[in-house]
């Protein structure tokens, strides 16, 4: 075992030794639900439990490809409502380009499409996007990508984009259920190998391929969960850690224990 306890102050002791050299990120939406984006599945406030007034047969028909093809409507609006641009960083997504400017960010694997990890100046080469983002957008019959400007007119206005070509409709390159995961995600993969810590936040660990992610580090590798309630099987590991709580309170505890505060709190109000 690597670790003196399985707290806070012990996972401070841990990063900070010669030991600890790369991290490795798996993300949910729970990282960005304070800068006002609701995340999927929290019983109230998420995503899923206030989409009635989209009448779909299901909540996750809207990110359903079949269902989109023959209802596009729904999504084109949950796409305005969530639009990258309106929205800050949080303190955790500061957290994360603290860990870059350290050395020690590996890889970040979220499965946000917010693109906050980004506007918080973490550096793009870290960041694997697994459920994709709204940086591009293509046709879903033909495939021929959709200018950049129109998607954007398309969606603020919330008219339908349809292709210049074949006339189906365009949808940005976030990856709905029934899709494959991008190939970056897929090459990452075995970058787990190399963690020597494995923290994971804000995720219900319930969509697979991401969630399986934390079973592929090292036995040896510790795992931290940082999250409102406690998901998956962390805590299973000897070397594991659960702390539980909202991200940007546990995350300031922790640079405090690192000594890292002043530093977090210059990079967050950047
Ligand atoms: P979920 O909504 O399933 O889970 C969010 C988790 O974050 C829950 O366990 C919450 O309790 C927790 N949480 C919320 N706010 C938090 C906070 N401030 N601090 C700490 N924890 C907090 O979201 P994901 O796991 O990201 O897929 O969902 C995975 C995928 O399901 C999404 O990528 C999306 C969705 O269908 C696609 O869009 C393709």
């Not at 400017?101 to 693109?115: A, G, P, V």
């Not at 697994?130 to 998607?151: L, N, T, V, W």
């Not at 970058?191 to 090292?218: E, H, K």
């Not at 940082?226 to 300031?252: E, F, P, Q, T, W």
Request: some cysteine; aromatic content about 8%; overall charge negative.
């Amino acid at each position: 075992q690597v670790l003196e306890g399985r707290d806070i102050s012990s996972l401070a002791k841990y990063i900070k030794s010669t030991g600890c050299k790369n991290v490795v990120l798996m993300l949910g939406a729970g990282v960005s639900t304070s800068a006002g984006i609701p995340d999927f599945r929290s019983p109230e406030t998420g995503l899923y439990s206030n989409l009635a007034r989209l009448n779909l047969p299901h909540p996750e028909a809207v990110f359903e490809i079949s269902f989109f093809r023959k209802q596009p409507v729904p999504f084109y609006t949950l796409a305005h409502e969530l639009y990258p641009g309106k929205f800050r960083p949080t303190i955790t997504h500061s957290f994360i380009r603290l860990l870059a400017e350290k050395s020690l960010l590996h890889t970040c694997f979220t499965q946000n499409i917010d693109t906050l990890e980004r506007r918080a100046g973490v550096p793009d080469d870290k960041i694997i996007e697994a459920h994709g983002s709204f940086a591009g957008q293509r046709c879903i019959e033909c495939k021929q990508p959709y200018d950049d400007e129109k998607m954007k007119e398309h969606i603020f206005s919330m008219k339908i984009a349809k292709c210049e070509h074949c006339g189906g409709y365009v949808k940005p390159d976030i990856v709905f259920f029934g899709e494959e995961l991008p190939e970056k995600f897929i090459r990452a993969i075995p970058n787990l190998r190399s963690a020597d810590l494995l923290i994971i936040m804000g995720t219900s660990l319930t969509v697979y391929p991401f969630a399986s992610l934390a079973q592929r580090v090292d036995e040896s590798c510790p795992r931290v969960l940082i999250n409102l309630d406690h998901v998956g099987d962390i805590g299973s590991r000897a070397d594991d850690i659960v702390l539980l709580g909202k991200c940007d309170d546990v995350v300031k505890d922790l640079c405090v224990e690192l000594g890292w505060e002043d530093e977090l709190i210059k990079l967050w109000n950047e």
